[in-house]
């Protein structure tokens, strides 16, 4: 039987850019699949986002995409808590938090340089992954909204060259921890 797909169904875009993700990280080209998982965040945010109201507004593209991704990830911050709360959830915690950050020994996840904003998502971050820790009902959507910033502050860095490619740095190294817990964010948006 033949399947018809509207025009304006951005998951099966979605889903393709994820199956290139994951076999990019399998490869440990953790570049290549933090720009294919991020390609896949953004179309599958587009596509909860027109199914909320059916168009979208034209204008700042970067600032209407942060603000979507935010939106999906607080409507979303259950599953996600859900899912961080499960084996595979707490070794991707664990290993993000245990994250060395060249910059200074009291800073864990990502050295923001001076950028406030993402220093504030890594520290709350810090205090959700610490192992141990439960993140609480009220603490949902803190949690997400911080790994909204995280992931978009990661991408603006590596667009906009803050963030350097070099397959044997600290750049890959922070991709290839949290690169399992963007793809597997996008897995969940995608069941909107």
């Not at 076999?23 to 896949?40: G, K, L, W």
Request: net charge neutral.
């Amino acid at each position: 039987m033949l399947e018809i797909q509207t025009v304006h169904d951005r998951s099966p875009f979605a889903r393709q850019w994820l199956k290139s993700a994951r076999a990019q990280q399998d490869n440990n080209d953790v570049f290549s699949a933090y720009f294919s998982a991020y390609i896949a965040l953004v179309a599958c945010v587009t596509q909860i986002a027109g199914d909320k109201s059916g168009k979208l507004p034209s204008g700042d593209d970067e600032k209407w995409e942060r603000q979507r991704i935010t939106e999906a990830f607080i409507l979303k911050s259950d599953q996600i808590a859900t899912f961080l709360e499960t084996d595979r959830g707490m070794k991707i915690k664990e290993v993000i938090w245990q994250r060395v950050i060249p910059e200074g020994d009291k800073l864990r996840i990502i050295g923001p340089g001076s950028d406030t904003e993402l220093a504030f998502a890594a520290k709350q971050l810090e205090r959700f992954f610490k192992p141990g820790t439960q993140v609480n009902l009220a603490q949902y959507v803190e949690q997400s909204r911080q790994l909204s910033i995280l992931f978009s502050k990661v991408r603006n860095k590596l667009f906009h060259g803050g963030k350097m490619y070099d397959p044997e740095g600290t750049d890959a190294e922070l991709l290839q921890k949290i690169n399992p817990l963007l793809i597997e964010i996008v897995e969940i948006l995608l069941k909107h």
